[in-house]
């Protein structure tokens, strides 16, 4: 999926997380052509938490608990339905949530009755309550869970039969029929910008999918340039070539009006279409191929019309450059 490409993260959760708003949404995004549809993960959210939010400034969760979450993997299955050509993503799965065997299964089972769309974005959560009230692995060893799940997911969707022994789970040997539609099984894309996250990239991703939502993550050019540099030397460790790991954004989009007074200190790529693709070209000389946008709107006429304005104003604009 080389090239340049640019995709959505759907709301799931909130007002726009209804089967009305998300069908408008994806079938919208399908017939604009864009290149992947992402969704959230969240399995339940602790009516109380201490545990430290990577995404803002004051370490602290702002989203409502009531805000309700709807569940990814059975969401993609209806995204599935509702669309034809689009990749279908997750952005991000808190893998240690879930069974490993299940999950690939489940994804694997989605790929194939997709016709190989799927991407799994995977991270390894953040919020400690969340792992306690699911009874996942325990919350300090979740790195290292993790790895050994995503090692073994992928072997059950490459290797025929599977079989798998490590530290937190053993699969003996099993029959994981049928495999993903996608040659090699399903697309890796590893969330996070710690330290760990980029040797995890380095060592087993497809993609580095780092989330550019607000201080301190926001990782500007030089910031991604340096994280790259350092995956890329994961990679070679591990015997890889850094090439085959695909790089990737996860950012705010919001244009200004055409008409009017604007103005907006928010972080993200957020201006006048020249602003937009000044943000694009500047990650894009990094080696940046899939922009994922999180559409500033909170409304469902918003959202639509800025996926219209993105996709006539500047996709055709940057697409042309890069040829």
């Known amino acids: 999926m080389r090239?340049?490409?640019?995709?959505?993260?759907?709301?799931?959760?909130g007002p726009l997380a209804t089967p009305d708003s998300l069908t408008k949404l994806a079938e919208k995004a399908d017939a604009l052509r864009y290149s992947s549809l992402f969704v959230t993960d969240?399995?339940?959210?602790?009516t109380s938490n201490n545990s430290v939010y990577p995404?803002?400034?004051?370490?602290?969760?702002?989203?409502?608990?009531t805000n309700g979450y709807?569940?990814?993997?059975?969401?993609?299955?209806?995204?599935?339905?509702?669309?034809s050509r689009i990749k279908l993503g997750t952005s991000v799965l808190v893998v240690p949530y879930r069974n490993p065997?299940?999950?690939?299964?489940?994804?694997a089972t989605l790929d194939v009755m997709s016709g190989?769309?799927?991407?799994?974005?995977?991270?390894?959560?953040?919020?400690?309550?969340?792992?306690?009230?699911?009874?996942?692995?325990?919350?300090?060893?979740?790195?290292?869970?993790?790895?050994?799940y995503l090692r073994l997911m992928r072997i059950m969707w490459t290797k025929e039969p599977a079989e798998f022994s490590g530290a937190h789970y053993r699969l003996p040997s099993a029959s994981a029929l049928?495999?993903?539609?996608?040659t090699g099984g399903i697309p890796i894309w590893i969330g996070g910008h710690t330290d760990a996250a980029l040797r995890r990239t380095g060592e087993l991703a497809d993609a580095w999918h780092p989330i550019g939502m607000r201080p301190p993550a926001m990782l500007h050019p030089p910031e991604y340039a340096e994280k790259v540099k350092l995956i890329h030397g994961w990679a070679r460790k591990a015997g890889r070539d850094p090439k085959d790991i695909a790089l990737t954004l996860r950012v705010p989009l919001e244009l200004a009006p055409k008409r009017g007074a604007w103005s907006s200190d928010q972080p993200g790529f957020r201006g006048t279409p020249a602003d937009v693709i000044a943000h694009i070209k500047a990650y894009q000389a990094l080696g940046v191929s899939h922009f994922v946008f999180d559409l500033a709107p909170t409304d469902l006429r918003g959202q639509l019309s800025l996926m219209e304005r993105?996709?006539?104003?500047?996709?055709?604009?940057?697409?042309?450059?890069?040829r």
């Not at 709807?70 to 209806?78: R, W």
């Open 42 to 46: 969240h399995v339940v959210i602790p």
């Open 178 to 182: 049928p495999k993903p539609r996608q």
């Open 70 to 83: 709807l569940e990814p993997i059975a969401l993609m299955g209806v995204l599935a339905g509702l669309t």
């Open 310 to 322: 993105f996709a006539q104003e500047i996709r055709p604009k940057v697409l042309r450059a890069s």
């Open 101 to 107: 065997v299940v999950t690939a299964k489940m994804l």
């Open 116 to 148: 190989g769309r799927l991407i799994l974005g995977a991270g390894v959560g953040w919020m400690r309550e969340e792992f306690e009230a699911v009874q996942a692995p325990a919350f300090d060893e979740r790195g290292r869970v993790t790895d050994e």
């Open 3 to 13: 090239g340049m490409h640019f995709g959505l993260s759907l709301p799931g959760r």
């Open 55 to 65: 995404y803002s400034p004051s370490g602290r969760f702002a989203t409502e608990w």
